[in-house]
């Protein structure tokens, strides 16, 4: 499956939001699931209008209903037809404290409630610079994945992306971006005890300045099934040209 995620993170006012939403949700787009990951605010509006795209909360709460101000039930997302939710965006992690175990409770109330997560995971330029980058990866997938089965595995997206080419117009080479998706099917396979065919069908999406010119590049390697897009989804022109990329 070829998939191209755009994470709008806390842009957009409501006019400008409905105009991309609406151009992109009646273009016709073959062959790549094109996935649109608004401020929750505007889910609800969103998914009663679906055609070609589909729609992805950027967070969901870790706990269940009951007295948690501010919060969103994965419930309440499935109720309004969301299908999918980011989850463990690096963002997230730093700035508001998601811990691995918090993010791997957020995985389970997902899919429970039918919604594909989009699992993030990427490592900082210091683990980079110190090669760990491998070990790091290993760990986020281990905890934040504890007690999937395979069926449940089957149910997400993977998403790589570098700590340090988020937002920094940094991005990694195609052959970084290749080995370490390379190094994450392979971690799969090996820990679900996949066959290759089915392995092959889990898409693990790069993000991190990836952009118009950079995308068809990335998107050639074998192992990278796509992208998640930030800045360059804001904008139609862009964001459309990286659905055409592969
Ligand atoms: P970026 O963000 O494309 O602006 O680097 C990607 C992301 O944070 O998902």
């Known amino acids: 499956m070829k998939v191209v995620a755009g994470n709008w993170k806390m842009n957009m006012n409501y006019k400008e939001a409905s105009a991309l939403f ?34 992805a909360a950027q967070n969901v709460s ?15 997302l499935k109720n309004i037809g969301v299908d999918y939710c980011l989850i463990g965006h690096s963002e997230r992690r730093a700035l508001f404290n998601e811990t691995n175990e918090v993010i791997n409770t957020k995985i389970h109330l997902l899919l429970e409630n039918e919604i594909s997560p ?16 491998n070990e790091i990866i290993h760990n986020q997938l281990e905890l934040g994945m504890n007690g999937l089965d395979l069926t449940q595995l089957q149910n997400c997206i993977i998403a790589y992306e570098p700590v340090w080419a988020i937002g920094t ?9 290749q080995e370490m998706h390379f190094f ?19 898409p693990i999406l790069y993000g991190g300045s990836c952009n118009a010119e950079n995308a068809s590049e990335i998107f050639s390697k074998n192992d990278v099934n ?3 897009i930030g800045g360059a989804a804001l904008k139609e022109d862009t964001f459309s040209s990286i659905i055409q990329s592969f």
């Open 22 to 55: 609406n151009s992109l949700n009646n273009r016709l787009i073959n062959d790549v699931e094109v996935i649109l990951c608004p401020p929750s605010i505007y889910l609800s509006e969103f998914s009663n209008k679906l055609k070609n795209v589909k729609l």
């Open 62 to 76: 870790s706990f269940i209903s009951g007295a948690y101000t501010g919060e969103v039930s994965a419930q309440m």
């Open 118 to 133: 989009i699992f993030c995971c990427g490592e900082s330029l210091t683990d980079r610079e110190s090669g760990v980058q």
């Open 169 to 177: 117009g940094l991005t990694a080479t195609s052959d970084q971006a």
């Open 184 to 202: 994450i099917r392979n971690y799969l396979k090996k820990r679900f005890q996949i066959e290759n065919e089915i392995l092959s069908q889990i």
């Open 226 to 228: 796509g992208g998640l």
